[in-house]
């Protein structure tokens, strides 16, 4: 906006005149100031909720220019109306507005971790796998969750039942520890010495000292699940094995 300083002219006169009472010109200084006053507003910034950003502000914005009062009809223009205020002390002022911002959520993934342990065969919290919890009043024996605290038993001794399944058997693992396991029919078994010979992962383990024959005096046990599927499918399995000659591994 231009000025060309302070001109005695009809348009001053206009402006600052008392023909209008005696506080038109509070008026008119309060009009030359709203007029000469320009509001620049920066471009917006983004605030991130994990980090601020402030940038400073740029002298851009689009200024609206008000109009002249009616009362200075005797200023042809924008640059007589200034110098008139510029005669009341009044001149260009810029004001900065406050800077506008948006405001963005930063997601943080985190990926939750596996739960570890070291002990599969016998930790009822970690039981056969990691996070396995065994139900309370039961053990963990050998990786297999059971009701029963399974002793070592040999077909010479015979063979209790466990888990309350008549499917499952109190077996004796080549570690020499008790296990509660699941009969199986002689001639479909794996022949082992120790658990890593029934396969690893496969979560099975040697059984020694079963009724099953040893025809290979170096494998002498039998490879059994600890994991006793439904009774009513193996039932009508075992009777028919008991017939044969091999039987199964808790029976001859």
Do not use: W
Not at 95 to 102: N, S
């Amino acid at each position: 906006m231009g000025n060309t300083g302070c001109n005695q002219d009809n348009c001053l006169r206009a402006v600052a005149g008392t023909q209008r009472g005696p506080d038109h010109p509070a008026t008119a200084s309060a009009d030359c100031s709203s007029y000469l006053q320009t509001t620049v507003t920066p471009p917006p910034v983004t605030v991130y909720t994990t980090t601020t950003v402030t940038l400073a502000p740029t002298p851009k914005g689009k200024r609206l220019v008000p109009a002249i009062p009616s009362y200075a009809s005797a200023c042809s223009g924008a640059v007589r109306y200034s110098s008139a205020c510029s005669c009341l002390g009044i001149m260009p002022a810029t004001i900065t507005a406050p800077t506008p911002t948006t405001t963005q959520t930063v997601t943080t993934t985190v990926s939750s971790i596996a739960p570890t342990c070291t002990n599969t065969s016998t930790d009822p919290k970690n039981c056969g796998t990691c996070g396995n919890v065994c139900p309370e009043g039961t053990t963990c024996q050998n990786g297999s969750c059971s009701d029963v605290e399974c002793q070592g038993q040999t077909c010479d001794t015979g063979f209790t039942n466990c888990n309350n399944n008549d499917n499952c058997y109190c077996f004796t693992s080549s570690s020499g520890t008790g296990f509660c396991g699941q009969n199986a029919i002689c001639s479909e078994l794996t022949a082992c010495s120790v658990d890593a010979d029934c396969g690893t992962g496969s979560g099975r383990i040697c059984a020694v000292n079963s009724c099953c024959p040893v025809l290979v005096p170096a494998l002498p046990g039998v490879c059994l699940s600890p994991q006793c599927a439904n009774p009513a499918r193996k039932l009508l399995r075992m009777v028919k094995a008991r017939s044969k000659q091999h039987g199964t591994a808790a029976f001859e």
